[in-house]
């Protein structure tokens, strides 16, 4: 139970960032001595500091201190694999982004050489890290169907991969028993615009990103869906239009290939569809054409369904959906209402990432803090010997390979 309040207790601060003990007393119900003693093992962790608070609040007794995050404390390293880029950033506790970085995806893909490139570039945000930080984990985005836990890609047609073990391939080349949390790229999108993005205070959002591919991330009731196998949320892959184009998973008209980077990038007579050059160009445009406007057509037709199936409050539209979505978003808003039922219909709001463009990165770290915000006392123990031996083997001392 204490242990079980201890990581409350962090979670809370993590997501929130400076709050009083006072209330934190209030969100927990527990009694002030307990509140008390709970901040008291964090600080003596190292996990969150205390201050007076600098209002000079007034009222009787004494003030309540404020406690927030150290994010030089703990810290994770958060990578999202992209089809072209992979991103990357160490991310202390409190979700604070302290070092950045990003290297060309391996143009065979290969699933070992995407492991390898990811491994180092890990090292090079670790040899980032504040002094005394504790590495607690590496989390990984991916666009495919993931299995979890296992890390294991099933399926990720843009990569061109089938069963490839990536947590596993990542860990033998960590030479170090760090966490490592592989997941889908927009279920991890999905939990961060949830924890601290444009989706704050909503249990029952979607994630929509495009990339090569489309992908969606799906929380319903304030938990993510996963289905039997953690594959639920395929939402590229419904089947919009019985005529279209052949899509990289076999089958044909999947959303995917009428609303993805490919069909954007024709709708735009762009030959690069990288997402930089989609992004630019969309912000150009002032008149949308005809084709683009079929795509934002397209948008609304899925949205109209997704409304349909699952009354979300939010829906979230990612990658280069969210630089699209403001260019079109009449097309887009009259084909969803064209769909969609009235009810669900007037509940949804169809929203940009409050990240901008660090969603599936953010989850992807969020994903690697959960651990510690279950039992605080327990992952930093254990993450100490950890961090040693990743420190000594991705970190400092070492030639930082660029
Ligand atoms: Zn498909």
């Known amino acids: 139970m204490r242990r ?40 003596s962790l190292g996990l969150v500091v205390e201050t007076a608070p600098s209002g000079g609040r007034g009222g009787a007794g004494r003030p309540s ?43 065979s893909r290969r699933p ?17 890290a504040p002094e005394a930080a504790v590495l607690l984990g590496l989390g990984v985005g991916v666009p495919g169907v993931v299995r979890e836990p296992g890390g294991v890609v099933r399926f990720a047609p843009n990569l061109g991969w089938v069963d490839v073990p990536l ?23 999905a939990l961060a615009e949830h924890t601290r993005g444009a989706a704050v205070g909503c249990d029952d959002i979607v994630f929509l990103a495009a990339d090569a591919g489309v992908g969606g991330g799906v929380i319903v009731g304030g938990h993510p869906l996963h289905g039997v196998g953690g594959y639920a949320g395929e939402l ?8 279209g184009r052949t899509c990289r998973c076999g089958s044909r008209g999947c959303w995917e290939t009428e ?4 069909a954007i ?4 007579r762009l030959e690069s569809t990288d997402l930089d050059s989609l992004a630019g160009r969309l912000r150009q445009v002032h008149r949308p054409s005809a084709a683009l406007r079929s795509v934002g057509r397209y948008l609304g037709l899925g949205l109209g369904c997704i409304v349909n199936v699952l009354n979300p409050e939010v829906v979230v539209l990612g990658g280069v959906l969210r630089t699209l979505y403001p260019v079109v978003s009449a097309d887009v808003d009259q084909a969803l209402a064209s769909v969609a039922l009235q009810a669900p219909r007037e509940q949804v709001r169809v929203l940009v990432p409050a990240l901008g463009g660090d969603s599936v990165l953010l989850g992807a ?27 000594a083997v991705v970190g400092r001392g070492h030639a930082v390979p660029a």
């Open 4 to 43: 079980h309040n201890l990581g409350t207790v962090l979670a809370h601060l993590h997501r929130d960032g400076q709050l009083s003990r006072a209330d934190l007393t209030a969100r927990l119900g527990l009694n002030r001595s307990t509140i008390g003693a709970l901040v008291g093992e964090l600080v």
């Open 65 to 107: 201190l404020d406690v927030r995050p150290n994010p030089h404390a703990a810290v994770v390293v958060g990578v999202e694999v992209g089809v072209d880029v992979l991103s990357g950033a160490l991310v202390g506790l409190g979700g604070q982004v302290l070092v950045r970085a990003s290297t060309p995806t391996p143009a």
């Open 112 to 128: 070992d050489l995407v492991a390898g490139a990811v491994v180092r570039l890990a090292r090079r945000l670790v040899a980032g």
């Open 167 to 189: 947590a596993d391939l990542l860990r033998s080349r960590m030479g170090a028993d760090l966490r490592v949390t592989v997941g889908n790229d927009a279920d991890l999108g």
């Open 236 to 243: 590229g892959h419904l089947m919009v239009n019985p005529r």
């Open 259 to 262: 609303i993805g980077a490919e």
């Open 265 to 268: 990038g024709a709708a735009l």
């Open 365 to 391: 770290a969020e994903k690697a803090f959960e651990p510690v915000l279950t039992d605080p006392a327990r992952e930093l123990g254990a993450a100490c010997r950890d961090a040693a031996a990743a420190f």
